[in-house]
């Protein structure tokens, strides 16, 4: 049974910085890419950002140079910066192996003055 935990989020005012980490574990195969997405109210789970196992990172546009992942071995870090009231959502983390992809329970994100 692959268990994947988030932890962090909160309340940040706008422009304000805040970090998620995730870890994965139980795997009987190697975990592959990690990363985040993320769901705002009433709107579809979209993507945010991904990092291979060979710490490769990838990001949606909308993110780019202000959020910054890193990876060591199945733990991955999310630094949120300069954040915006449209990044408010609930942060969901991803681990893909064989099996597939594996999904945490996610954490809130609220970004409000």
């Known amino acids: 049974q692959v268990r994947v935990v988030e932890s962090g989020g909160g309340l940040v005012q706008p422009g304000g910085s805040l970090g998620l980490s995730c870890a994965a574990s139980?795997?009987?195969?190697?975990?592959?890419?990690m990363g985040w997405f993320r769901q705002a109210p009433g709107k579809q789970r979209r993507l945010v950002t991904g990092i291979s196992s060979g710490g490769n990172p990838s990001y949606m546009d909308y993110v780019k140079g202000r959020f910054f992942i890193s990876r060591d071995n199945d733990t991955v870090s999310l630094q949120m910066n300069n954040l915006k009231p449209d990044d408010t959502a609930v942060y969901y983390c991803?681990?893909?192996?064989?099996?597939?992809?594996?999904w945490g329970q996610g954490t809130q994100v609220t970004v409000s003055s």
């Open positions: 139980g795997s009987m195969f190697k975990i592959a890419a």
């Open positions: 991803y681990a893909d192996d064989r099996d597939g992809r594996h």
